[in-house]
């Protein structure tokens, strides 16, 4: 059981709920140390002083916002508890809206709500409500000492808290260069339409992988078993000799010569095709010594 | 001083501001950026053939050979628009030899060096060496030559190198395949094969492993096709078959490289590496030093380009598989480890 981040309350009108907010991503990124090449000891993080050349231990340390060039405001941890709003654990319904309304955009991180045991009828009536309704709560929610705006969904049987991006982090596409005016012609339409209704099939998120955490794993494992790092190459059947090898390009000539069609030559490259015609030709060349054999 | 070294030049119609020009590239022999640039223009005519059409990857040496450098594939924003580009898409990002599937597609816009005012423009930015795509535009997946990096591990004679370099010449000869040499411009020798390019990356370098799988076969005392530097046995050569594939590079012909003495990657004839092979020098790279920025403009007007064939004579591969059957069946039963 993953533990709660925090437990405590949906808020909307006059309804309390009582939840555990419990997270939903599960993130699967390796870590790795840094350590020195020579002699793999670990990479120690030294916090040095520019101006007086010494070691800075966390509790000299406080934190400066820079707003003039050498230019610091100096806050310590009283200034920011200060501005912290109240940790007050609990999801403060605001409004609903349509789901629809909100962009996709918007959407950064999900949370698990779970029922306490007093809130479980409440917290099933708020999700078939909203089922039923197809809207969504729009709270604020405190989590680490953040306020977060976040959307409040139906999500099978679990109600999802949705973290959201205020207005001001989305970036405005608007300094793009964007096609906005452009019309495509009909037919073209027809034909992107057809492409797209024969690429469309149910998406099925278990299809995508992340091959790339994958085939570091494979790595480090290999090479904790002492074994040689798989590479392509040696990943690769193993040609024991040339004859071998020999087979293996027959074969592969055969096969592309069959995807060509029969005269052999290849029609989807144009060897001379592009700046390669405009050589300079200093001095007139040499007949080739070896004619072309035919294939 | 560094106002004055600013200088307009006017190429082929285009007008193009060299900056910086006294900047001193090779500390060691003085030679400046201005050098760099009248090496690169005088070489273009003979040069520029094997350029063409091919994406190009600059290394760029801003604070000269001893300092910081880079690979830049992605051309510069700040790019005339008249140097012509291409724009690829490689599916593998950084990485080359782990093949991350999820890793984004992202799109490189290479440089393509047509012509003169273009290797102007990327010399005055300090590029020193110019490495090219084994295919051009318009066929990028299929590469136009194979491509054997003959590397001397230590201990490596220059003899062992030049007969290590005959042998692959002889055993493409074999199956009816001509070859091309040329120096690094480091320690080692380029082998090319001129191809018609109708075979695509995974057929190439197949097809080079085998080459190189024979030659080993054959010569298993002197060339090595172990791929980490500690584990190569000493005194052998390198046959480094793996430099084909989509995006893989070779340092161009005339390339000068950053190294002491300004050294050029120079083709050679096969007669200069059949008398490579009867010299006893220890080490191979005071023998390819000779070709520099300074001897290799008059050397080529004398014997023009050696290279000139390479992309008129497009050769097939079917024909050499068949004709490796035989060749190569002595190779396939000796001891392969």
């Known amino acids: 059981m993953a533990h709660a981040i925090w437990t405590g309350a949906i808020n909307f009108g006059l309804v309390t709920i009582p939840v555990r907010l419990q997270t939903a991503i599960r993130t699967n990124d390796l870590r790795f140390n840094f350590l020195h090449k020579a002699d793999e000891g670990r990479i120690n993080n030294v916090r040095r002083c520019s101006v007086d050349g010494q070691d800075v231990s966390y509790d000299e340390i406080v934190r400066g916002y820079e707003y003039e060039k050498g230019q610091y405001v100096i806050l310590d941890d009283e200034d920011f508890k200060r501005v912290n709003p109240e940790a007050t654990q609990s999801v403060d319904i605001v409004q609903f809206v349509e789901l629809g309304e909100i962009d996709p955009m918007y959407f950064d991180k999900p949370y698990y709500l779970e029922p306490e045991k007093r809130g479980r009828h409440a917290y099933a009536l708020l999700r078939e409500a909203l089922r039923t309704s197809g809207k969504v709560g729009i709270a604020k929610v405190v989590i680490r000492s953040r306020e977060h705006i976040a959307a409040l969904k139906p999500n099978g049987d679990a109600l999802v808290l949705e973290l959201m991006h205020y207005a001001d982090e989305i970036v405005d596409a608007a300094h793009l260069e964007l096609p906005a005016s452009e019309k495509p012609a009909e037919n073209e339409m027809k034909v992107a339409q057809m492409l797209i209704d024969t690429m469309t099939e149910a998406f099925d998120p278990t299809q995508f992988r992340d091959t790339y955490r994958e085939e570091l794993l494979a790595m480090i494992e290999a090479r904790a078993a002492g074994k040689e790092v798989p590479s392509p190459e040696v990943a690769a059947p193993r040609r024991d000799n040339v004859v071998n090898l020999m087979d293996v390009l027959q074969k592969s000539l055969e096969q592309s010569r069959q995807s060509r069609g029969p005269d052999g030559a290849a029609t989807s490259y144009d060897a001379k095709s592009g700046a390669a015609r405009e050589r300079p030709d200093e001095k007139p060349k040499k007949q080739s010594r070896r004619k072309k054999s035919a294939a | ?337």
Not at chain 2, 30 to 55: E, I, N, Q
Not at chain 2, 115 to 129: K, M, P, Q, S
Not at chain 2, 157 to 164: D, E, M, N
Not at chain 2, 220 to 234: F, G, K, V, Y
């Open chain 2, 1 to 337: 001083m560094s106002r004055a070294a600013a200088q307009t030049v006017d190429v082929d119609g285009r007008t193009l501001t060299l900056s910086n020009r006294d900047k001193v590239l090779w500390p060691q022999d003085g030679y400046t950026k201005a050098d760099l640039v009248a090496y690169y223009r005088t070489v273009a005519p003979y040069m520029l053939p094997h350029l063409a059409a091919r994406p190009l990857t600059l290394q760029r040496y801003p604070d000269g050979i001893g300092g910081q450098s880079f690979f830049e594939k992605n051309a510069p924003r700040f790019l005339p628009a008249w140097v012509p580009t291409v724009t690829v898409t490689s599916e593998f990002g950084r990485h080359e030899t782990v093949r991350f599937a999820s890793a984004a597609p992202r799109t490189v816009r290479f440089i393509l060096c047509n012509d003169e005012a273009t290797l102007v423009y990327v010399a005055n930015l300090a590029a020193i060496v110019l490495h090219v795509w084994t295919s051009r535009d318009g066929s990028l997946d299929v590469p136009d030559f194979l491509f054997f990096d003959l590397d001397p591990h230590d201990g490596c004679t220059l003899a062992t190198l030049g007969k290590v370099a005959l042998a692959l010449r002889d055993a493409l000869t074999e199956i009816g395949l001509r070859a091309l040499v040329k120096s690094s411009g480091g320690s080692g020798l380029h082998v090319i094969v001129p191809l018609a390019p109708e075979y695509d990356y995974d057929f190439c370098k197949g097809f080079a492993e085998l080459v190189a799988r024979a030659l080993h076969a054959r010569l298993p005392d002197r060339t090595t096709l172990q791929r980490m530097p500690a584990r190569r046995p000493l005194g052998t050569v390198y046959l480094d078959y793996v430099q084909v594939g989509r995006g893989k590079t070779m340092v161009a012909p005339y390339s000068v490289r950053a190294r002491d003495g300004a050294p050029v990657s120079m083709p050679l004839e096969w007669s200069e590496v059949e008398a490579m092979a009867r010299k006893r020098a220890a080490g191979t790279e005071g023998e390819f030093g000779r070709f520099s920025v300074k001897n290799v403009p008059p050397l080529l007007r004398k014997r023009g380009d050696l290279w000139s064939e390479a992309g008129q004579d497009g050769q097939r591969l079917e024909p050499a598989l068949a004709l490796a059957r035989t060749a190569f069946a002595a190779a396939s039963n000796a001891a392969e480890r």
